[in-house]
């Protein structure tokens, strides 16, 4: 009970601040493979997770030195690993990885690590996605290196 208590704030705190509310983008069928677990974390094909990715490529995009982009659906959705939490206080991780299509019609990969305990006071998870060749200040590393596993 006191878990739904804290997340229904921590929604309302994010409609508070005033980002926006976007709803899922299309998964293409045929789109997703099997994940390689049973863990807590969403999957890598779970609506939430794919409209955070979605956010950030526009709010990025937003940048006086890039041009706006939105990404209009995913495919090829794959969870490349996954390493849960066998302790306390240690984080689940699941690295994802698939191709995103944007609005003027080029393609994408985006990586991109769901972890456990990582959002607004670690009430739920966090995402952080990169999109190969749109990182154009290598804040992941070049090509994405950083959230993508060899």
Not at 14 to 35: D, E, H, K, R, Y
Request: proline letters at 5%; one cysteine or more; glycine letters at 12%.
């Amino acid at each position: 009970m006191l878990t739904r208590l804290l997340a229904s704030l921590a929604i309302a705190a994010g409609l508070f601040v005033g980002g926006p509310i976007l709803t899922a983008p299309t998964v293409l069928a045929g789109g997703v493979s099997g994940n390689l677990d049973g863990g807590a974390l969403p999957h890598c094909d779970a609506p939430g997770v794919l409209s955070r990715i979605v956010e950030k490529a526009a709010y990025r995009g937003q940048a006086p030195y890039q041009h706006p982009i939105a990404i209009t659906a995913f495919d090829h959705i794959h969870q490349t690993r996954y390493v849960s939490s066998p302790g306390a206080g240690l984080r689940e991780r699941r690295w994802c990885q698939a191709r995103a299509y944007l609005e003027n019609g080029h393609r994408h990969t985006a990586y991109y690590l769901i972890e456990s305990h990582a959002s607004f006071v670690a009430v739920s998870y966090g995402v952080e996605s990169c999109l190969s060749g749109r990182d154009l200040w290598n804040v992941y590393g070049g090509d994405c290196s950083a959230l993508r596993l060899w």
